[in-house]
């Protein structure tokens, strides 16, 4: 069975830190894309980052270029999100999630995990 | 950056009922490169429809989806009532990005 589970979401201070992580089991990690997607509260989704399977590219909406990065630790079968100089309107759940196919760098999402709150306020 | 618009915004549908949800692209989407998702209160989306007309794994048959272009639809043949969520369109012939969202309630 695909899981992925998340942790690492909390309340924060404007300009502060969080690092997000997402643990999968039941599919071999290192072949799929990975991505996170966020949803603030009330709202739709919004697509946040996307890694290549090895690591070696890495993909950004606008909004959070130069402020998070996405990596991976294939060998843990884990998934991260380290954000810094978090604003207001980082506000939201945010989910990890497979690319549905092992090639394609833009894709859906097939599985996705349960979400983790993180909360930017003062 | 492709803009998506779903409409309507909601979708005031009985039991039993067709239900129609559009998603128009701001740009042709490259090889049809378009998803549908279901999301209900409390929980993640739930991939229906991949490639614009391909079911995932799990996805009754009542969904379906079609399209090409710029101009998206997804079509629920008879709604139960497992099927009143919000439902987002997401393309990723260029990038990714999503719509956003319509409701279908009763």
């Known amino acids: 069975e695909v899981q992925l589970v998340e942790s690492g979401g909390g309340l924060v201070q404007p300009g502060g830190s969080l690092r997000l992580s997402c643990e999968v089991s039941?599919?071999?990690?290192?072949?799929?894309?990975m991505g996170w997607v966020r949803q603030a509260p009330g709202k739709g989704l919004e697509w946040v980052a996307t890694i290549k399977y090895d690591g070696s590219g890495k993909y950004y909406v606008d909004s959070v270029e130069g402020r998070f990065t996405i990596s991976r630790d294939n060998a843990k079968n884990s998934l991260y999100l380290q954000m810094n100089s978090l604003r207001g309107e980082d506000t939201a759940v945010y989910y990890c999630?497979?690319?549905?196919?092992?090639?394609?760098?833009?894709?859906?999402?097939?599985?996705w995990g349960q979400g983790t709150m993180v909360t930017v306020s003062s | 950056e492709v803009v998506l618009t779903q409409s309507p915004g909601t979708l005031s549908l009985s039991p039993g009922e067709r239900a129609t949800l559009y998603c128009r692209a701001s740009q042709t989407i490259s090889s049809s490169y378009l998803g549908w998702y279901q999301q209900k209160p409390g929980q993640a989306p739930r991939l229906l429809i991949y490639?614009?007309?391909n079911r995932a794994a799990g996805t009754p048959d009542r969904f379906s989806g079609s399209g090409s272009g710029t101009d998206f639809t997804l079509t629920i043949s008879r709604l139960e009532a497992e099927d009143f969520a919000v439902y987002y369109c997401q393309q990723y012939g260029n990038s990714l990005s999503f719509g956003g969202g319509t409701k279908v309630g009763i």
């Open positions: 999630a497979r690319g549905r196919s092992d090639f394609l760098r833009w894709d859906v999402f097939d599985f």
């Open positions: 490639r614009a007309s």
């Open positions: 039941g599919f071999t990690f290192r072949n799929y894309w």
